[in-house]
């Protein structure tokens, strides 16, 4: 079962955290990665965890993000600080590999459930 939290219609300058959450998987093998698709865009990685806890995030949104992961309790968590309206989008978790730049395992993007939207508006 996947689970994703933290809908959000928030204005600029706040603070969010996004959880996705995958009961009954055991994470601690897998990198895991959110994703983000705005109205018109293409899918992007923005940020990614590998199992020994290394993180990596895209340009636009490093010293802003934050992704952490909780093993025990399956879950992967997005902070998003100082948003902006450019964050506007629908926001995924999804596993993958490890690399610097963030793409899906496999090439294959399976996401965790039917997505997060986050709307950052004045």
């Known amino acids: 079962r996947f689970v994703a939290s933290g809908v959000g219609l928030v204005p600029p300058v706040v603070s969010l955290r996004l959880s996705c959450e995958a009961s009954g998987y055991n994470l601690e093998h897998y990198h895991i990665g959110w994703f983000c698709q705005a109205p018109g865009k293409g899918r992007e990685g923005v940020s990614r965890?590998?199992?020994?806890?290394?993180?990596r995030n895209i340009d636009s949104v490093n010293g802003r993000f934050d992704i952490s992961r909780d093993n025990a309790k399956s879950t992967v968590f997005l902070q998003m600080n100082s948003l902006k309206p450019e964050d506007t989008a629908m926001y995924y978790c999804?596993?993958?590999?490890?690399?610097?730049?963030?793409?899906?395992?496999?090439?294959?993007?399976?996401?965790w459930g039917p997505g997060t939207q986050v709307t950052v508006s004045s």
């Open positions: 965890i590998t199992v020994i806890g290394t993180t």
């Open positions: 999804a596993t993958v590999t490890g690399e610097d730049e963030i793409r899906p395992l496999l090439g294959r993007f399976t996401p």
